[in-house]
């Protein structure tokens, strides 16, 4: 079945610094890409996702890219704010199915 | 307009007993997940409903977990009985139809399995 990977696991930036955060995904019909925000005690929220169809979305200071080739997708946090502190999840969700596989998420901490 | 809401939002039982976890999706949407994360691993999918239908069930670990969605509102997930590794963030999420809508989360139930 589909597998995601995420990396790194954890990233400490400081408050202004870009942070990247890089997926893999194993199926190749996979055609949705989104990508989670978890702060500490809420919800995963959508903050960004990307079609397979595209190559780069843009949303203010994020930005995702997906290589379909390479089978890899990234997300980009401009100008980092401490309250961009909070766990993110990439997703692929494949053709075949709804559901989504998740990697296993990136802590974020940007310090000021 | 309310979110997915989930119920409770911690449970502690101890190994052998019985929970059941309930999810309230957004009203009007026919979509409704489970997922689970066990601590420090990723959000893994259980199963996916449409409307009172299960579509997709393949990621239920076993028969111990069993899932319902009467009527096509809300939904109910029990485990029987509950074993250590069952503890986990049990979310549930809902979204309308269509590829590539947006599933919305629940909080989430923390469930402790002593």
């Known amino acids: 079945g589909e597998n995601v990977e995420q990396h790194p696991s954890t990233l400490s930036v400081q408050e202004g610094d870009s942070a990247v955060i890089k997926c893999t995904y194993s199926?190749?019909?996979?055609?949705?890409f989104p990508w989670y925000k978890q702060e500490l005690g809420k919800r995963p929220q959508l903050i960004i996702d990307?079609?397979?169809?595209?190559g780069e979305k843009k949303d203010q200071r994020i930005a995702v890219t997906l290589n379909k080739t390479a089978k890899h997708f990234s997300l980009h946090i401009t100008e980092t704010q401490p309250e961009d502190s909070a766990v993110y999840f990439c997703?692929?969700?494949?053709?075949?199915?709804?559901?989504?596989?998740f990697g296993k998420g990136t802590t974020l901490s940007v310090s000021s | 307009e309310a979110g997915v809401t989930q119920f409770p939002s911690h449970s502690v039982i101890e190994k052998g007993q019985t929970v059941t976890l309930r999810c309230d999706p957004i009203?009007?949407?026919?979509?409704l997940y489970w997922y689970r994360r066990v601590m420090g691993k990723e959000i893994k999918f259980l199963l996916h409903f449409v409307k009172e239908s299960k579509q997709d069930e393949s990621g239920m670990p076993n028969n111990r977990f069993l899932a319902e969605r009467t009527g096509g509102t809300y939904s109910t997930l029990k485990v029987q009985p509950a074993e250590l590794e069952d503890s986990g963030v049990y979310f549930c999420?809902?979204?309308?139809?269509?590829?590539?809508?947006?599933?919305?989360f629940g909080p989430g139930t923390r469930l402790t399995v002593l």
């Open positions: 199926d190749s019909a996979s055609n949705y």
């Open positions: 990307i079609r397979s169809n595209v």
């Open positions: 009203s009007g949407h026919d979509n």
């Open positions: 999420a809902s979204s309308l139809g269509g590829r590539y809508n947006e599933q919305f």
């Open positions: 997703a692929a969700r494949n053709q075949a199915g709804t559901a989504l596989i």
